[in-house]
């Protein structure tokens, strides 16, 4: 494919060429396209080739019947040719024979015109396909370029994890000094427990948010394993303590008690319901309760997370969209679109309803160990 700079594809002036060995056929086509298009002459196909390869060209006008080359085998180097072979070719005849079309369209001719033509008819022929020409080449400039920051995002991605975890190494390894000091009181303990966590759950993180943006394109290996979901849910009731403890909010987890088995994976299953339930959390006011439900369905796990408050209705239909978020300071909407990515990358679902009156549940489903009668996912935001 010839390269194409989105300035020529916007700005410059169309240009086609026009292969054919009689003065008087070169004449009428030039007449008839040259008031909207910059017309180049090869009178024979050697020259037509040797054009065709060294300038940007939108269209190539070619006659079948030509002396030494004629315009199927023209056409067949074009198209054998990676830098000309998807310029749209126009075959150009004064034969009569079907045939003689058939071959054309076979080589990969867009079209077929029969002289004499009406020039009107020719000039606007000409002006779709160019048009459309130039718009699948804009298409793929515009791809590249997507491609291309693509990579830089995936390189600045690496990069950024790397200066992130220098600093926070230094930050796992003080709690861990503190801890040895034996003049430290329970509290002071708990505290520096907490941050020593927190500083892990940071790394966990770090390390995995290129796996977040792999779930986004669809490029991301999943390795699902069987294990208590609700040995995990109870570790993430913990990591954020600090939460509900500060706004004395009752949180519950019912069901699964003889241990609630999912495939999936753990720290995405981590990161989904650390996300959804420090949102019912924060969601939630001073001195209310938040459950977690567990349950089984139709061969899927079911787990109910409720908190009081209503989503607002403006956003229900967005609620897992990117960016989607409503009343929070600071908020980024990222917290919801993550966990919709992480249970729909687990062959899973996650769906929200109010319809309790002055509550908002949040119902995610994973499968079952047997992987059987998975149903459908649950809706699907716009990324």
Known sequence: MIPYQEEHLLHQRPTVLLIDDQP?????????????????????????????????????????????????????????????????????????????ETEGLRLGAADFIRKPSNPAVVLTRICNLVELYRARQMLLTRNEELLYALRIREDMERLSHHDLKGPLAGILGLPELLLEDDNLTDEQREIIKVIHTNGYTLLEMINRSLDLYKMENGSYVLHPEQFDLRLLLNKIIQDLETHWRVKRIHVALQGGAEGFFVLGEKWLCYSLFHNVLLNAIQASGEEESVTVALSTESGRQLITLTNAGEVPVGIRERFFEKYTTFGKDGGTGLGTYSAWLAAHTQAGSIAVACDRPGFTSVTVALPAPSGENREPPIGKPTP
Request: hydrophobic share 45%; proline share 4%; with cysteine.
């Open 24 to 100: 008087e056929h070169i004449d009428v086509i030039k007449h008839a396209l040259e008031a909207q298009f910059t017309v180049k002459i090869a009178t024979h196909g050697a020259l037509g080739l040797r054009l065709a390869s060294q300038g940007v060209i939108d269209l190539i006008l070619l006659d079948i019947m030509m002396p030494d080359m004629d315009g199927y085998e023209v056409c067949r180097r074009l198209k054998a040719d990676p830098a000309t072979r998807d310029i749209p070719v126009v075959f150009l005849t004064a034969k009569q024979d079907f045939y003689d």
